[in-house]
């Protein structure tokens, strides 16, 4: 199956710092999802794209779907450290399948 | 991840013996999908079924996987005859139709002795 690039794959920032982190794929997608995972637990759906172009925030969480309809970036702003955490970008297409991508690992230093 | 229930959230298996993981997906969801997660690895897409329909199998191995999401009821994922390299977490997911978001369960962390 498809599976997408994430990037990076791991972060370690500073309490109140800035992150981004983006996925690219080769093929088109309608949908653009962003996850976040903690240790035993599942994915919790964080900001969900479904136009080309949309930018999306949820609190200092902010979303991009791209134009091309093949990428997306994540931000997150003043980070603090319970943002820490696996999160996982997903496309979804017209066949309504899933593709994840592999994850970025963020770890905040208080 | 409220709304999306899997039971049980650990199982513990012998080699040779069957694995059934349940999922009662969120209320007024007609799609769930399952999803395998190795450590440290992203999430991979087994099978997606609507009510009573298996939409894709793709990513479900043909042999001792099969799966199923009946009239009444929850979906069950069943792995028959169970090997080493079926440990993992399997991990639920309920969509209310096309065009929306998933929503996923809590998983379940599936050891093979």
């Known amino acids: 199956g498809q599976q997408l690039n994430q990037s990076p794959q791991s972060m370690f920032i500073q309490e109140g710092e800035d992150v981004s982190m983006n996925c690219t794929s080769s093929?088109?997608?309608?949908?653009w999802l962003w996850y976040k995972q903690e240790p035993g637990e599942g994915p919790v759906l964080l900001i969900a794209?479904?136009?080309?172009?949309e930018l999306t925030s949820n609190g200092r969480l902010t979303a991009q779907f791209g134009i091309t309809r093949k990428d997306s970036f994540l931000n997150i702003s003043a980070s603090i450290p319970s943002d820490v955490g696996i999160y996982f970008c997903?496309?979804?297409?017209?066949?309504?399948?899933?593709?994840f991508g592999t994850g970025t690992s963020l770890t905040v230093i208080p | 991840n409220a709304g999306v229930m899997q039971n049980p959230r650990h199982l513990v298996r012998r080699r040779g013996q069957e694995a059934r993981l349940r999922c009662s997906p969120m209320?007024?969801?007609?799609?769930v999908y399952w999803y395998r997660q190795l450590p440290e690895e992203g999430l991979k897409f087994m099978v997606y079924?609507?009510?009573?329909?298996?939409?894709?199998e793709s990513g479900m191995p043909k042999e001792r996987f099969s799966a199923e999401f009946p009239k009444e009821g929850p979906s069950i994922l069943r792995i028959q005859q169970v090997v080493r390299g079926d440990s993992a977490a399997y991990f639920c997911?309920?969509?209310?139709?096309?065009?929306?978001?998933?929503?996923f369960g809590d998983g379940t962390r599936l050891s093979i002795l």
């Open positions: 209320k007024g969801h007609s799609h």
């Open positions: 794209l479904y136009k080309a172009g």
């Open positions: 997903a496309g979804r297409n017209t066949g309504n399948q899933f593709y």
């Open positions: 079924l609507q009510k009573e329909n298996i939409i894709d």
């Open positions: 093929s088109i997608f309608n949908t």
């Open positions: 997911a309920s969509q209310w139709g096309e065009n929306q978001p998933q929503h």
